[in-house]
């Protein structure tokens, strides 16, 4: 197929929430020998951005978003190792740390917030839940990243983002990494309060707060 004809079916897969037709269209791209970078930009972006504007009017819900970025999960996934052989996967998107706090175990939606970033072409690094504030740095630390986000379901837990910012000003690093606070009981408010630099409600908000950091579209 030519890039006419295979990026608006990559765009419909993702929009559609088809692995396997997501899947499918990455290995043919990859055996054809396109430009894999134009092919995640040009195929697969447009597609998963359709469905952070379907979700914010209210025609997608969970389960739509959900289908959606394990479908772009499966064209990643064959995508980023032919991209690493190329040298070019640090060229789609910055590295994030994302977990949810110590003391916390819940993940389901740190788990759709990774899910989206990684489909929005961030090299994402999840270390799960009830993750300990030293380990989110020493991750961002060992991997090069420039963001790092924290998840907490709980009104007690959430207390440990505020611990986390003053542990990186404690190490000299605060202005070293955008740090980006979610969950429940967390709000914007909460986020200025604590020194955070942003907050987002849900995960297409998400996407959106770090590309800003990053200075993409």
Known sequence: MTKNEIYPKMNEAIVAGDREAARALAEDAVR???DLLEVVEQGYVPGI??????????????????SSAEAMKAAMAVLDPALNRQNLGARIGGKVVIGTIEGDIHDIGKNLVASMLQAGGFEVFDLGADVKLERFIDKAEEV??????????????????????????????????????????????????????????????????????????
């Open 32 to 34: 054809s020998g396109l």
């Open 49 to 66: 951005q359709k469905v952070g504007e379907l979700w914010e009017r209210g025609e997608y819900f969970l389960p739509e978003l959900i």
């Open 144 to 217: 090069g990243a420039g963001m790092i986000c924290l998840s907490a379901l709980l009104t007690t837990t959430m207390m440990n983002q505020r611990r986390f910012i003053a542990l990186l000003r404690d190490r000299g690093l605060r202005d070293k990494y955008k740090v980006l606070v979610g969950g429940a009981p967390a709000n914007r408010k909460w986020a200025e309060e604590i020194g955070a630099d942003g907050y987002a409600e849900n995960a297409v908000a998400a996407v959106k707060l770090a590309k800003s950091f990053a200075g993409r579209p």
